[in-house]
């Protein structure tokens, strides 16, 4: 897995901040360790990869904006 190259903001305009960038760039570096990690562990311990591969989809499907419920 490789870094996002860009970070693109609803209206479609990249984010240009350099600490948010940062920040962006350091948790998707965590992300893809910990999902690494767990894929791995999971096809070790006998899970199929294609039913892993579905799990952590539908983890990332499911997640919620934190601006539902928020009035603009």
Same mark, same amino acid.
């Given at each position: 897995? %490789? ?5 693109? +903001? %609803? ?6 901040? +350099? ?10 570096? %965590? ?8 894929? %791995?562990?999971?096809?070790?311990? !006998? ?9 952590? &989809? ?5 997640? &919620?904006?934190?601006? +539902? !419920?928020?009035?603009?």
């Amino acid at each position: 897995m %490789e870094s996002q190259k860009l970070w693109v +903001q %609803e209206d479609g305009q990249p984010v240009s901040c +350099q600490e948010k960038l940062r920040v962006l760039d350091e948790n998707w570096l %965590e992300v893809q360790d910990i999902l690494r990690d767990a894929f %791995e562990d999971a096809v070790l311990m !006998g899970v199929s990869e294609q039913g892993m591969r579905a799990r952590l &989809t539908d983890l990332v499907a499911s997640l &919620t904006s934190p601006h +539902q !419920g928020k009035k603009a």
